[in-house]
Protein backbone atom coordinates (compact mmCIF):
# COMPACT_ATOMS: atom_id res chain seq x y z
CA UNK A 1 0.00 0.00 0.00
CA UNK A 2 0.97 3.61 -0.81
CA UNK A 3 2.93 5.54 1.86
CA UNK A 4 3.26 9.40 2.09
CA UNK A 5 5.97 10.97 4.03
CA UNK A 6 5.86 14.51 4.75
CA UNK A 7 9.71 16.77 5.32
CA UNK A 8 9.10 19.75 7.77
CA UNK A 9 11.50 22.13 7.90
CA UNK A 10 11.15 24.48 11.22
CA UNK A 11 12.81 27.06 12.65
CA UNK A 12 14.03 24.94 15.36
CA UNK A 13 14.07 21.90 14.43
CA UNK A 14 12.74 18.73 11.76
CA UNK A 15 10.28 16.72 11.43
CA UNK A 16 8.90 13.98 9.76
CA UNK A 17 5.05 12.83 9.52
CA UNK A 18 4.26 9.67 7.65
CA UNK A 19 0.97 8.40 7.00
CA UNK A 20 -0.35 5.15 4.76
CA UNK A 21 -2.28 6.14 1.27
CA UNK A 22 -5.36 6.87 3.65
CA UNK A 23 -3.91 9.90 4.95
CA UNK A 24 -5.74 10.03 7.98
CA UNK A 25 -3.35 9.04 10.76
CA UNK A 26 0.07 10.14 11.14
CA UNK A 27 3.05 9.33 12.39
CA UNK A 28 5.26 12.29 13.80
CA UNK A 29 9.01 11.82 13.84
CA UNK A 30 11.01 14.71 15.49
CA UNK A 31 12.31 17.18 16.70
CA UNK A 32 15.12 16.68 14.07
CA UNK A 33 18.53 18.98 14.84
CA UNK A 34 16.31 20.47 17.51
CA UNK A 35 17.14 24.27 18.21
CA UNK A 36 18.76 24.62 14.16
CA UNK A 37 16.69 26.75 12.02
CA UNK A 38 16.41 23.50 8.89
CA UNK A 39 15.54 25.78 6.11
CA UNK A 40 14.67 22.47 3.26
CA UNK A 41 14.70 18.98 4.06
CA UNK A 42 13.65 17.14 0.51
CA UNK A 43 14.43 13.41 -0.63
CA UNK A 44 15.94 11.72 -3.78
CA UNK A 45 13.04 10.97 -6.42
CA UNK A 46 15.80 8.09 -7.81
CA UNK A 47 16.19 6.59 -3.86
CA UNK A 48 13.52 8.35 -1.76
CA UNK A 49 15.44 6.72 1.26
CA UNK A 50 18.28 9.39 0.54
CA UNK A 51 17.19 12.60 2.46
CA UNK A 52 19.17 15.88 2.25
CA UNK A 53 18.53 18.80 5.08
CA UNK A 54 19.90 22.25 5.24
CA UNK A 55 20.68 22.50 9.01
CA UNK A 56 22.18 26.20 10.00
CA UNK A 57 22.13 28.58 12.24
CA UNK A 58 23.38 32.50 12.37
CA UNK A 59 25.81 31.70 14.97
CA UNK A 60 27.28 28.28 13.55
CA UNK A 61 26.50 28.43 9.97
CA UNK A 62 26.05 26.04 7.27
CA UNK A 63 25.62 22.12 7.86
CA UNK A 64 24.73 19.90 5.73
CA UNK A 65 22.85 16.21 7.10
CA UNK A 66 22.05 13.21 4.96
CA UNK A 67 19.69 10.29 5.75
CA UNK A 68 20.29 6.90 3.80
CA UNK A 69 16.98 5.43 5.88
CA UNK A 70 14.42 7.77 5.19
CA UNK A 71 14.83 9.99 8.10
CA UNK A 72 15.08 7.53 10.82
CA UNK A 73 19.56 8.22 11.07
CA UNK A 74 21.03 11.27 9.87
CA UNK A 75 25.22 12.09 9.15
CA UNK A 76 27.09 15.19 7.72
CA UNK A 77 28.07 13.43 4.67
CA UNK A 78 31.86 12.52 4.66
CA UNK A 79 32.10 12.11 8.70
CA UNK A 80 29.27 9.28 9.72
CA UNK A 81 28.99 9.87 13.31
CA UNK A 82 30.37 7.11 15.75
CA UNK A 83 33.65 7.13 13.17
CA UNK A 84 37.08 7.04 15.50
CA UNK A 85 39.02 10.16 14.76
CA UNK A 86 41.50 9.87 12.15
CA UNK A 87 44.72 12.24 11.88
CA UNK A 88 45.02 14.67 9.39
CA UNK A 89 42.59 17.25 7.53
CA UNK A 90 39.18 16.00 7.10
CA UNK A 91 37.68 13.95 4.82
CA UNK A 92 35.00 15.69 3.40
CA UNK A 93 33.53 19.48 3.75
CA UNK A 94 30.36 18.62 3.46
CA UNK A 95 29.40 22.16 5.02
CA UNK A 96 31.84 23.96 2.70
CA UNK A 97 30.34 26.44 0.24
CA UNK A 98 32.96 28.94 -1.49
CA UNK A 99 32.03 31.18 -4.06
CA UNK A 100 33.79 30.24 -6.98
CA UNK A 101 36.93 32.14 -7.01
CA UNK A 102 39.03 30.72 -9.84
CA UNK A 103 40.47 32.95 -12.86
CA UNK A 104 38.96 30.14 -15.35
CA UNK A 105 35.58 30.44 -14.22
CA UNK A 106 35.18 33.00 -11.08
CA UNK A 107 36.56 35.66 -13.11
CA UNK A 108 33.13 37.59 -14.31
CA UNK A 109 31.88 37.65 -11.10
CA UNK A 110 31.09 40.86 -9.53
CA UNK A 111 29.34 42.36 -6.28
CA UNK A 112 25.53 42.98 -6.44
CA UNK A 113 23.69 45.66 -4.93
CA UNK A 114 22.72 46.28 -0.96
CA UNK A 115 20.04 47.32 0.54
CA UNK A 116 21.32 51.05 0.47
CA UNK A 117 22.04 50.90 -3.29
CA UNK A 118 25.88 50.38 -3.29
CA UNK A 119 27.40 47.06 -4.41
CA UNK A 120 28.37 44.54 -1.47
CA UNK A 121 30.56 41.37 -2.23
CA UNK A 122 29.28 37.65 -2.27
CA UNK A 123 28.83 36.49 1.36
CA UNK A 124 27.69 33.24 1.75
CA UNK A 125 24.77 33.21 4.79
CA UNK A 126 22.81 30.03 4.04
CA UNK A 127 21.10 26.95 2.14
CA UNK A 128 17.56 27.95 1.06
CA UNK A 129 16.86 25.11 -1.22
CA UNK A 130 17.95 22.20 -1.82
CA UNK A 131 16.93 19.89 -4.87
CA UNK A 132 18.00 16.39 -5.49
CA UNK A 133 18.98 15.11 -9.06
CA UNK A 134 16.08 13.28 -10.70
CA UNK A 135 17.84 10.21 -11.85
CA UNK A 136 21.06 10.17 -9.54
CA UNK A 137 20.55 9.77 -5.91
CA UNK A 138 24.25 11.51 -5.43
CA UNK A 139 24.15 14.38 -7.44
CA UNK A 140 22.59 17.28 -5.50
CA UNK A 141 21.53 21.55 -6.01
CA UNK A 142 21.85 23.27 -3.29
CA UNK A 143 20.39 27.30 -3.68
CA UNK A 144 22.06 29.51 -1.63
CA UNK A 145 22.32 33.01 0.16
CA UNK A 146 23.88 35.18 -0.73
CA UNK A 147 22.27 33.93 -4.62
CA UNK A 148 24.11 31.21 -6.17
CA UNK A 149 23.22 27.89 -7.26
CA UNK A 150 25.69 25.06 -5.78
CA UNK A 151 26.43 21.43 -7.00
CA UNK A 152 27.18 17.72 -5.40
CA UNK A 153 28.06 15.06 -7.56
CA UNK A 154 28.77 12.57 -4.42
CA UNK A 155 26.10 12.22 -1.98
CA UNK A 156 27.02 15.61 -0.60
CA UNK A 157 30.13 15.12 0.26
CA UNK A 158 31.93 18.04 -1.50
CA UNK A 159 30.22 21.44 -3.36
CA UNK A 160 30.95 23.20 -6.50
CA UNK A 161 29.41 26.39 -7.57
CA UNK A 162 28.02 26.20 -10.92
CA UNK A 163 29.51 30.17 -11.38
CA UNK A 164 28.02 29.96 -14.93
CA UNK A 165 25.23 31.61 -12.93
CA UNK A 166 26.62 34.39 -11.09
CA UNK A 167 29.16 34.91 -14.25
CA UNK A 168 25.77 35.91 -16.15
CA UNK A 169 27.11 39.51 -15.38
CA UNK A 170 23.64 41.22 -14.32
CA UNK A 171 24.55 40.30 -10.52
CA UNK A 172 25.24 44.21 -10.00
CA UNK A 173 21.44 44.78 -10.16
CA UNK A 174 20.65 41.66 -8.07
CA UNK A 175 19.40 42.77 -4.44
CA UNK A 176 18.14 41.15 -1.46
CA UNK A 177 14.61 41.13 -0.16
CA UNK A 178 13.46 41.84 3.07
CA UNK A 179 14.46 37.94 3.68
CA UNK A 180 18.17 38.08 1.86
CA UNK A 181 19.19 37.82 -1.42
CA UNK A 182 18.33 33.97 -1.47
CA UNK A 183 18.21 31.82 -4.38
CA UNK A 184 15.28 29.93 -3.46
CA UNK A 185 13.90 27.89 -6.40
CA UNK A 186 15.44 25.31 -8.12
CA UNK A 187 13.11 22.85 -10.52
CA UNK A 188 14.76 20.57 -12.87
CA UNK A 189 13.07 20.10 -16.29
CA UNK A 190 12.51 15.93 -16.38
CA UNK A 191 12.43 16.07 -20.34
CA UNK A 192 15.31 17.71 -20.52
CA UNK A 193 18.41 16.80 -18.49
CA UNK A 194 20.08 20.18 -19.60
CA UNK A 195 17.53 22.48 -18.89
CA UNK A 196 17.05 23.90 -15.20
CA UNK A 197 15.13 26.93 -13.92
CA UNK A 198 15.84 28.94 -10.92
CA UNK A 199 14.56 31.56 -9.01
CA UNK A 200 16.09 34.79 -6.62
CA UNK A 201 14.69 37.64 -4.57
CA UNK A 202 15.45 39.95 -5.75
CA UNK A 203 17.22 39.25 -9.63
CA UNK A 204 13.75 37.22 -10.58
CA UNK A 205 13.81 33.64 -12.92
CA UNK A 206 16.94 32.15 -14.79
CA UNK A 207 17.12 29.38 -17.15
CA UNK A 208 19.73 26.88 -18.22
CA UNK A 209 19.49 24.91 -21.34
CA UNK A 210 23.11 23.68 -21.11
CA UNK A 211 23.46 21.93 -17.47
CA UNK A 212 24.10 25.03 -15.81
CA UNK A 213 26.97 26.64 -17.61
CA UNK A 214 25.48 29.02 -18.91
CA UNK A 215 21.97 31.19 -17.53
CA UNK A 216 19.77 33.70 -18.95
CA UNK A 217 17.03 35.68 -17.03
CA UNK A 218 13.58 34.67 -17.84
CA UNK A 219 11.40 37.39 -16.62
CA UNK A 220 9.86 39.21 -19.78
CA UNK A 221 6.29 40.31 -18.65
CA UNK A 222 6.93 40.23 -15.25
CA UNK A 223 5.84 43.95 -14.05
CA UNK A 224 7.34 45.50 -10.71
CA UNK A 225 6.50 48.73 -9.29
CA UNK A 226 9.35 48.94 -6.70
CA UNK A 227 12.10 48.91 -8.76
CA UNK A 228 13.29 52.00 -10.93
CA UNK A 229 12.51 50.25 -14.40
CA UNK A 230 9.14 48.10 -13.45
CA UNK A 231 10.47 45.88 -16.59
CA UNK A 232 13.92 45.21 -15.95
CA UNK A 233 15.71 42.40 -17.57
CA UNK A 234 16.60 41.70 -13.56
CA UNK A 235 15.81 42.85 -10.13
CA UNK A 236 11.98 41.28 -9.73
CA UNK A 237 11.22 39.59 -6.35
CA UNK A 238 10.08 36.25 -7.33
CA UNK A 239 8.85 34.47 -4.45
CA UNK A 240 8.36 31.11 -5.64
CA UNK A 241 7.80 28.76 -9.17
CA UNK A 242 6.24 25.60 -9.61
CA UNK A 243 5.66 23.35 -12.27
CA UNK A 244 3.81 20.13 -13.21
CA UNK A 245 6.51 17.70 -14.54
CA UNK A 246 4.08 16.41 -17.33
CA UNK A 247 4.20 20.15 -18.93
CA UNK A 248 7.84 21.06 -18.10
CA UNK A 249 7.31 24.31 -20.15
CA UNK A 250 4.50 25.72 -18.59
CA UNK A 251 5.76 27.82 -15.24
CA UNK A 252 3.22 29.38 -12.54
CA UNK A 253 4.95 31.85 -10.39
CA UNK A 254 4.22 33.76 -7.23
CA UNK A 255 5.72 37.23 -7.21
CA UNK A 256 6.29 39.13 -4.81
CA UNK A 257 2.95 40.84 -6.11
CA UNK A 258 1.36 39.37 -8.98
CA UNK A 259 0.56 35.64 -9.75
CA UNK A 260 2.29 34.93 -13.07
CA UNK A 261 2.28 32.46 -16.13
CA UNK A 262 4.64 30.77 -18.76
CA UNK A 263 3.62 28.43 -21.68
CA UNK A 264 6.92 28.92 -23.45
CA UNK A 265 9.41 27.80 -20.30
CA UNK A 266 9.85 31.09 -18.76
CA UNK A 267 10.35 33.39 -22.46
CA UNK A 268 7.07 34.89 -21.81
CA UNK A 269 4.85 35.63 -18.57
CA UNK A 270 1.76 36.58 -18.20
CA UNK A 271 -0.69 37.66 -15.44
CA UNK A 272 -2.92 35.17 -14.13
CA UNK A 273 -3.89 36.71 -10.42
CA UNK A 274 -7.61 37.09 -11.35
CA UNK A 275 -10.38 37.20 -8.56
CA UNK A 276 -7.69 36.95 -5.89
CA UNK A 277 -8.54 38.60 -2.64
CA UNK A 278 -4.64 40.41 -2.75
CA UNK A 279 -1.94 38.70 -5.14
CA UNK A 280 1.00 38.79 -2.93
CA UNK A 281 1.96 36.06 -1.30
CA UNK A 282 4.89 33.01 -1.19
CA UNK A 283 3.96 30.00 -2.38
CA UNK A 284 2.25 28.10 -5.52
CA UNK A 285 1.87 24.42 -6.73
CA UNK A 286 0.24 22.60 -9.26
CA UNK A 287 -1.60 19.52 -8.64
CA UNK A 288 -0.06 16.47 -9.62
CA UNK A 289 -2.31 15.21 -12.03
CA UNK A 290 -4.05 18.25 -13.43
CA UNK A 291 -1.71 20.85 -14.75
CA UNK A 292 -4.36 23.47 -14.86
CA UNK A 293 -5.12 23.31 -11.21
CA UNK A 294 -2.66 25.26 -9.00
CA UNK A 295 -3.03 26.50 -5.44
CA UNK A 296 -1.96 30.05 -3.88
CA UNK A 297 -2.26 31.15 -0.37
CA UNK A 298 -2.87 35.00 -0.90
CA UNK A 299 -1.06 37.38 1.98
CA UNK A 300 -1.72 41.15 3.51
CA UNK A 301 1.11 43.14 2.31
CA UNK A 302 3.89 45.26 2.08
CA UNK A 303 3.78 45.17 6.00
CA UNK A 304 1.66 42.25 7.26
CA UNK A 305 2.79 39.48 6.04
CA UNK A 306 -0.66 37.08 7.23
CA UNK A 307 -3.60 36.14 5.61
CA UNK A 308 -6.19 38.80 5.23
CA UNK A 309 -9.10 39.39 7.28
CA UNK A 310 -7.87 37.01 9.83
CA UNK A 311 -9.08 33.68 7.55
CA UNK A 312 -6.53 31.03 5.89
CA UNK A 313 -7.74 30.71 2.91
CA UNK A 314 -5.85 28.53 -0.25
CA UNK A 315 -7.25 29.61 -3.50
CA UNK A 316 -7.31 26.85 -6.21
CA UNK A 317 -7.70 27.50 -9.60
CA UNK A 318 -9.12 24.72 -11.89
CA UNK A 319 -8.63 26.81 -15.29
CA UNK A 320 -4.55 27.64 -15.12
CA UNK A 321 -5.28 30.92 -13.62
CA UNK A 322 -7.89 34.05 -13.42
CA UNK A 323 -10.48 32.20 -11.79
CA UNK A 324 -10.13 31.48 -8.47
CA UNK A 325 -11.71 29.41 -5.61
CA UNK A 326 -11.28 29.72 -2.10
CA UNK A 327 -10.95 26.62 0.20
CA UNK A 328 -11.91 27.10 3.72
CA UNK A 329 -12.98 23.86 4.96
CA UNK A 330 -11.03 22.42 7.84
CA UNK A 331 -9.03 25.82 8.09
CA UNK A 332 -9.48 28.71 10.47
CA UNK A 333 -11.71 31.28 9.37
CA UNK A 334 -11.76 33.74 11.98
CA UNK A 335 -8.80 35.22 14.35
CA UNK A 336 -6.18 33.81 12.23
CA UNK A 337 -2.30 35.55 12.02
CA UNK A 338 -0.11 33.21 10.16
CA UNK A 339 1.87 33.76 7.24
CA UNK A 340 2.94 30.71 4.39
CA UNK A 341 6.58 30.81 3.49
CA UNK A 342 7.37 30.03 -0.09
CA UNK A 343 8.89 26.30 0.23
CA UNK A 344 5.94 25.69 2.54
CA UNK A 345 3.74 24.13 0.61
CA UNK A 346 3.78 20.84 -2.19
CA UNK A 347 1.74 17.87 -3.25
CA UNK A 348 1.63 14.19 -3.29
CA UNK A 349 1.04 11.94 -6.47
CA UNK A 350 -1.51 9.82 -5.07
CA UNK A 351 -5.20 9.57 -6.66
CA UNK A 352 -6.59 12.12 -5.21
CA UNK A 353 -3.49 14.76 -5.19
CA UNK A 354 -2.83 15.53 -1.63
CA UNK A 355 -1.84 19.21 -0.63
CA UNK A 356 0.20 20.29 2.16
CA UNK A 357 1.28 23.55 3.63
CA UNK A 358 2.87 24.70 6.77
CA UNK A 359 2.34 28.31 9.19
CA UNK A 360 4.75 30.42 10.37
CA UNK A 361 2.21 29.37 13.13
CA UNK A 362 3.73 26.00 13.73
CA UNK A 363 0.73 24.05 11.84
CA UNK A 364 0.79 21.72 8.79
CA UNK A 365 -2.38 21.20 7.00
CA UNK A 366 -3.53 18.38 4.79
CA UNK A 367 -6.14 18.18 2.37
CA UNK A 368 -6.47 14.58 0.62
CA UNK A 369 -9.21 15.22 -1.62
CA UNK A 370 -7.06 17.97 -3.57
CA UNK A 371 -7.82 21.35 -1.59
CA UNK A 372 -11.77 20.46 -0.51
CA UNK A 373 -10.98 19.74 2.75
CA UNK A 374 -8.48 20.19 5.10
CA UNK A 375 -7.08 18.83 8.51
CA UNK A 376 -3.94 19.32 10.96
CA UNK A 377 -1.41 16.97 11.10
CA UNK A 378 0.04 18.84 13.35
CA UNK A 379 -0.61 22.09 15.35
CA UNK A 380 2.05 23.31 17.54
CA UNK A 381 5.54 22.94 15.71
CA UNK A 382 7.97 25.91 15.58
CA UNK A 383 7.41 28.31 12.90
CA UNK A 384 7.46 26.27 9.51
CA UNK A 385 10.33 26.78 6.99
CA UNK A 386 9.25 23.95 4.39
CA UNK A 387 7.25 21.45 3.49
CA UNK A 388 8.42 18.05 0.96
CA UNK A 389 6.10 15.50 0.13
CA UNK A 390 7.37 11.74 -0.92
CA UNK A 391 4.76 9.08 -1.96
CA UNK A 392 6.17 5.86 -1.58
CA UNK A 393 4.82 2.36 -2.75
CA UNK B 1 46.29 19.02 26.73
CA UNK B 2 44.12 21.74 26.00
CA UNK B 3 40.85 21.66 27.23
CA UNK B 4 37.84 23.53 25.13
CA UNK B 5 34.43 24.28 25.97
CA UNK B 6 32.07 24.11 23.33
CA UNK B 7 28.28 25.63 23.21
CA UNK B 8 25.62 22.93 23.36
CA UNK B 9 24.49 23.62 19.76
CA UNK B 10 28.45 22.58 18.86
CA UNK B 11 28.43 19.64 20.88
CA UNK B 12 25.71 18.02 19.88
CA UNK B 13 26.71 18.39 16.28
CA UNK B 14 30.16 16.71 17.18
CA UNK B 15 28.44 14.00 19.73
CA UNK B 16 30.55 14.98 22.34
CA UNK B 17 29.49 15.87 26.48
CA UNK B 18 31.72 17.75 28.23
CA UNK B 19 35.23 19.44 27.63
CA UNK B 20 37.10 18.41 24.30
CA UNK B 21 40.24 17.57 25.27
CA UNK B 22 42.84 18.03 22.78
CA UNK B 23 46.98 16.96 22.46
CA UNK B 24 48.53 19.46 20.94
CA UNK B 25 52.71 19.44 20.02
CA UNK B 26 54.36 23.46 19.63
CA UNK B 27 52.52 26.94 20.20
CA UNK B 28 49.03 26.52 21.52
CA UNK B 29 47.24 29.48 19.73
CA UNK B 30 44.00 30.36 18.99
CA UNK B 31 44.58 28.87 15.62
CA UNK B 32 46.34 25.37 16.37
CA UNK B 33 43.61 24.81 18.88
CA UNK B 34 41.19 25.33 16.74
CA UNK B 35 43.23 23.56 13.81
CA UNK B 36 43.64 20.24 15.85
CA UNK B 37 39.74 20.77 17.15
CA UNK B 38 38.48 20.72 13.33
CA UNK B 39 40.78 17.66 12.54
CA UNK B 40 39.31 15.87 15.52
CA UNK B 41 35.77 16.42 14.80
CA UNK B 42 35.84 17.86 10.65
CA UNK B 43 31.94 18.63 11.15
CA UNK B 44 33.01 21.13 13.21
CA UNK B 45 34.89 22.95 10.38
CA UNK B 46 33.07 26.35 9.33
CA UNK B 47 31.16 26.20 12.08
CA UNK B 48 33.55 28.41 14.78
CA UNK B 49 35.58 29.90 11.65
CA UNK B 50 34.40 30.93 8.20
CA UNK B 51 35.11 28.32 5.73
CA UNK B 52 37.07 30.73 3.37
CA UNK B 53 38.64 33.84 5.08
CA UNK B 54 39.10 31.01 8.13
CA UNK B 55 37.80 34.05 10.21
CA UNK B 56 35.83 33.81 13.48
CA UNK B 57 32.00 33.63 12.63
CA UNK B 58 30.70 36.89 13.97
CA UNK B 59 28.26 35.48 16.70
CA UNK B 60 30.96 33.49 18.68
CA UNK B 61 33.67 34.65 21.26
CA UNK B 62 36.58 33.24 22.47
CA UNK B 63 37.19 33.55 26.41
CA UNK B 64 39.72 32.15 28.62
CA UNK B 65 41.04 33.12 32.14
CA UNK B 66 38.06 35.04 32.47
CA UNK B 67 39.72 36.76 29.44
CA UNK B 68 37.71 37.74 26.22
CA UNK B 69 40.21 36.76 23.43
CA UNK B 70 37.80 37.06 20.21
CA UNK B 71 39.53 40.07 19.00
CA UNK B 72 43.46 38.65 19.53
CA UNK B 73 45.50 37.56 16.86
CA UNK B 74 44.73 33.59 16.05
CA UNK B 75 48.06 33.58 16.14
CA UNK B 76 48.65 35.05 19.77
CA UNK B 77 49.96 32.32 22.71
CA UNK B 78 47.05 31.68 24.60
CA UNK B 79 47.78 32.04 28.67
CA UNK B 80 49.89 29.48 30.10
CA UNK B 81 47.10 27.95 32.04
CA UNK B 82 45.51 27.13 28.72
CA UNK B 83 48.66 25.60 27.44
CA UNK B 84 49.11 23.43 30.71
CA UNK B 85 45.42 22.34 30.37
CA UNK B 86 43.96 24.17 33.59
CA UNK B 87 41.61 26.55 32.53
CA UNK B 88 39.66 25.68 29.34
CA UNK B 89 39.50 27.98 26.22
CA UNK B 90 35.74 28.56 25.39
CA UNK B 91 34.25 29.61 22.72
CA UNK B 92 30.77 30.82 23.34
CA UNK B 93 27.83 31.90 21.42
CA UNK B 94 26.86 35.70 21.69
CA UNK B 95 23.64 36.48 23.91
CA UNK B 96 20.89 37.60 20.85
CA UNK B 97 18.21 36.27 19.50
CA UNK B 98 16.62 32.58 20.61
Known amino acids: MSKVRVLVGTRKGAFVLTSDGKREKWDVSGPHFAGWEMYHIKGSPADPNRLYASQSSGWFGQIIQRSDDGGKTWHQPGTPPGEAPAPGPPKAASNKFVYDATPETGKPLTTHQFYDGTQHPWEFKRVWHIEPSLTDPDTVYAGVEDAALFRSTDGGENWHELSGLRGHGTGPRWQPGAGGMCLHTVILDPSNPQRMYIAISAAGAFRTDDAGQTWKPINRGLYSQYIPDPRAEVGHCVHHVAMNPSRPGVLFMQKHWDVMRSDDGGDNWKEISGNLPTDFGFVIDVHAHEPETVYVVPIKSDSEHFVPDGKLRVYRSRTGGNEWEPLTKGLPQSHCYVNVLRDAMAVDSLDKCGVYFGTSGGQVYASADAGDSWTPIVRDLPAVLSVEVQTLG | ?98
Request: aromatic share 6%; hydrophobic share 45%; with cysteine.
Open chain 2, 1 to 98: MIRVILPPHLRTLAHVRGDVELELAGAVTQRTVLDALEARYPMLRGTIRDHATQQRRAFLRFFACEEDLSHESPDAPLPDAVASGKEPFIVIGAIAGG
